[in-house]
């Protein structure tokens, strides 16, 4: 059974900080690694996905995967207080058609 | 452009009473179809997911049940409601093909008395 564990539960910056947040995972033969922004009572969105070892950028998201270690990080430049929500890290198995989610780490970013 | 639709907005039902909550997507042909959960303060969890019409697979038992009629409409029910039930479901589609990147509903805020 896979399982996704996130760090921290809560994160409060100030705006223009670098947030960094972290996401382990369990099974070493899922698929691919997604990051989730979730705003209160609304669906998740998705940010930034990553499937091979090393590290992807988009625009101010920088996602960090080490296969060995079962370890991503996903790193916010320059946060705005735009970037308060809840970040949800998924894996997903093509094996099984499933995703899997982690509690997630909720952020505010105060102006 | 595809758009995914939530019905209803919200419920608030008794213990024991029937269920059905609906997902239409409209602007994509054969979409994986997924449900979720999501207990207020808590993880995602995913219940059901259908790759075609009249298919669908079971992850987690929650006394619930999924029915694909359509190929762009996707159902979740139950014939009776428990306070567990109570919470937030999220219906989402994936395309075929290598991006595994899933596109959620609104959703249904489900509360049970």
């Known amino acids: 059974q896979e399982k996704v564990q996130q760090s921290p539960e809560s994160l409060i910056v100030p705006e223009g900080a670098m947030v960094s947040l972290n996401c382990s995972f369990s099974?070493?033969?899922?698929?691919s690694i997604w990051w989730y922004q979730q705003h209160p009572g609304k669906g998740p969105k998705a940010l930034i996905s990553i499937f091979s070892n090393g590290n992807k950028k988009e625009g101010r998201l920088t996602v960090y995967l080490n296969r060995a270690s079962l370890h991503v990080s996903l790193h916010i430049k320059d946060s705005q207080p735009s970037d308060s929500a809840v970040y949800l890290c998924a894996v997903y198995n093509t094996g099984n058609y499933k995703y899997v989610f982690g509690a997630g780490t909720r952020l505010k970013v105060i102006a | 452009a595809q758009t995914i639709h939530q019905w209803p907005v919200a419920e608030i039902k008794a213990v024991g009473s029937p269920l059905s909550l609906g997902c239409t997507i409209k602007g994509k042909s054969s979409p994986n179809l997924y449900w979720y959960w999501q207990a207020t303060g808590g993880t995602l969890q995913q219940l059901f997911y259908?790759?075609?019409?009249?298919?669908v697979e079971s992850v987690v038992q929650l006394n619930l049940s999924a029915s694909r009629p359509k190929d762009d409409q996707f159902i979740l029910s139950t014939e009776k409601l428990l306070l567990s039930h109570s919470g937030f479901y999220l219906c989402a589609w994936r395309d075929w093909g290598n991006s595994y990147e899933q596109y959620f509903g609104p959703g249904t805020r489900l509360t049970v008395l």
């Open positions: 099974d070493s033969a899922s698929q």
């Open positions: 259908s790759i075609t019409v009249g298919q």
